[in-house]
């Protein structure tokens, strides 16, 4: 007599908990994204800078 195996409908549930952890950073992205963040902020900057003495030699009265 051979053993068969049926599937029968079931009202079971299952509950699976999944934990999900962050994959470490890439160490090569974050240099990338530093570098970028740092000739942004030197960008800003000199802009900065240059408005400021622009508005020093400034000869509009108005403008003070």
Do not use: Y
């Amino acid at each position: 007599m051979a053993d068969t195996n049926t599937a029968t409908a079931s009202t079971e549930t299952l509950t699976v908990v999944v934990q999900v952890e962050p994959a470490p950073p890439d160490e090569e992205r974050l240099q990338d994204l530093s570098t970028a963040f740092g000739l942004m902020l030197v960008v800003v900057i000199v802009v900065w800078c240059s408005k400021q003495l622009l508005n020093l030699f400034s000869v509009n009265p108005d403008h003070d």
